[in-house]
């Protein structure tokens, strides 16, 4: 959740900013502090992480702590980038900058030779701005055509041509890292970076200058650089040089959610959905995607990412709020049949072992259909449901489909006397209410009769748009 920022505090001068007795912190002490003041009081440093809290957080913590530069290594989908950007929730709310200073520089340790002289000219009566914590995060997606000038900096032909001597340092124009000076810089995907690039950041990471077109400029820069990192052994497109991953202090290694639960609240948080999608669907989902990445049939290194299960979310959320506008259903809610459609459109973001060419849509809708099988057993266990399987055998049919409604598929049930069975099933999958509308107890009934067929209880035939229990 995004929390409004309050507004900037009003001093304006240097002078002012003495008088209010404020003190200025590195950027890593104020990060450690600001962690040790979080942890102290019982807050959570990292918001909308899920999975990483006895693994990944308190290695970054200590990392933190320790004031190292961080990289990430992981497969795709594993909240990499997530978790940077969660490190600028550590950063002081808002901090004093000499305005018009183009490193962002403290009033009190102006860096530049521009901001020393205006110091020096202006003194208490230097003007300052206040720079929030969000303008303190620089992010750098690492693509081959990267270049030292985007990440270190290069000479200005057009300051040269105004006038100005080479030797003139400023002549230079700063790159994204040093333009990051007193924040955070992530670079994502570090190994894409051409190895050459890899080395112009070594000054930068050990001993916090900067070299451009031969100029050695001595600035101490105040900068945590962050990145990220596929596992070298997948990406083929490169590698961390040695010397490079020297200079990182914490090399971290991300994972998959290893709890249901926890894989759960991912997809909950992050699925952008247009109609309402049952609790037990997300099950299957999030089923579905831990059984992909434990297949033989998948290739692993690649990893089947947690946006797999969020896309198959939206999607089946997007197909159950089409039949509702076609068929005017008053509630738009992603049914058991909806899951088809999510199989259909995200087979292309698995990567399979070559030897499974031809066989893609066959292993999915077997791992999908080994899914809702679990998701039935862990909720509908000890269910008697001899009586739907008797009348199902004596001739009953239940019609569902992408375009049946669920007041249709609910009046298509068969008549089991007085018994109450389809509310105990809807009963198990929503204990607090039974099912709020047609919509959530056809999704629950369907996956009833779902876990029957899978079962080899009870027969299914489907032509594509309408599917037959029977």
């Given at each position: 959740?995004?929390?409004a920022a ?43 992480l ?42 002081d709310?808002?901090t ?20 020393v ?14 720079r ?10 690492a ?18 041509a ?29 190994p ?41 052994d997948?990406?083929?497109?490169g ?40 609790e ?13 990445r ?5 290739d ?22 089409r039949?509702?506008t ?28 070559s ?45 569902t489909?992408?375009?049946?409604t ?11 006397g007085?018994s ?34 899978l ?16």
């Amino acid at each position: 959740m995004t929390v409004a920022a309050t507004t900037a505090p009003t001093i304006s001068t240097l002078g002012e900013l003495r008088a209010s007795g404020h003190v200025h912190r590195p950027l890593r002490t104020e990060l450690r502090d600001n962690l040790l003041a979080k942890l102290a009081a019982g807050e959570d440093p990292w918001p909308g992480l899920h999975g990483f809290e006895d693994t990944v957080v308190p290695q970054l913590e200590r990392a933190l702590l320790a004031g190292h530069d961080v990289v990430l290594l992981g497969e795709r989908g594993q909240g990499k980038t997530r978790l940077l950007r969660t490190l600028v929730g550590l950063l002081d709310e808002w901090t004093p900058i000499i305005s018009g200073s183009e490193l962002g520089e403290h009033p009190y340790e102006p860096v530049t030779a521009a901001s020393v002289a205006a110091v020096a000219t202006y003194g208490d009566d230097l003007r300052i701005s206040w720079r929030h914590r969000s303008e303190r995060y620089s992010e750098k997606l690492a693509t081959p055509d990267t270049s030292v000038a985007d990440l270190i900096g290069d000479v200005d032909p057009m300051k040269v041509a105004e006038g100005r001597s080479l030797g003139d340092p400023e002549t230079i124009h700063f790159g994204l890292i040093p333009r990051s000076h007193r924040g955070i810089v992530a670079i994502n995907e570090l190994p894409d970076l051409a190895e050459r690039i890899q080395v112009a950041m070594l000054n930068v990471m050990e001993e916090r200058d900067i070299q451009i077109r031969g100029y050695v400029l001595r600035l101490p820069l105040d900068v945590l650089v962050v990145a990220s990192a596929n596992p070298e052994d997948y990406t083929n497109r490169g590698r961390i040089i040695t010397p490079l991953k020297d200079r990182f202090g914490a090399e971290i290694r991300t994972h998959y959610p290893r709890e249901l639960e926890a894989e759960m609240a991912v997809i909950r948080q992050e699925a952008h959905l247009v109609a309402d999608v049952p609790e037990p669907l997300l099950e299957v989902l999030a089923r579905f995607t831990r059984n992909l990445r434990e297949s033989s049939a998948v290739d692993q290194r690649s990893g089947v990412s947690a946006r797999f299960a969020i896309a198959g979310a939206e999607t089946i959320a997007a197909a159950a709020l089409r039949r509702a506008t076609v068929k005017g259903e008053d509630h738009a809610v992603a049914r058991v049949v909806d899951l088809e459609a999510a199989v259909d459109v995200l087979g292309g973001k698995i990567e399979f072992e070559s030897g499974e060419e031809g066989r893609e849509q066959e292993i999915l809708t077997h791992l999908l259909r080994t899914a809702t099988a679990e998701v039935v057993r862990a909720h509908f266990r000890g269910l008697d449901f001899a009586l739907l399987v008797d009348a199902i055998e004596g001739g009953a049919m239940v019609t569902t489909g992408e375009s049946v409604t669920a007041r249709d598929v609910l009046a298509g049930l068969p008549v089991l006397g007085e018994s109450e069975l389809y509310d105990d099933i809807c009963n198990r999958l929503y204990p607090d209410n039974g099912g709020d509308n047609d919509g959530q107890r056809a999704c629950a009934i369907e996956l009833a009769l779902e876990g029957l067929f899978l079962a080899r209880k009870i027969g299914k035939d489907s032509d594509g748009s309408e599917t037959v229990y029977g």
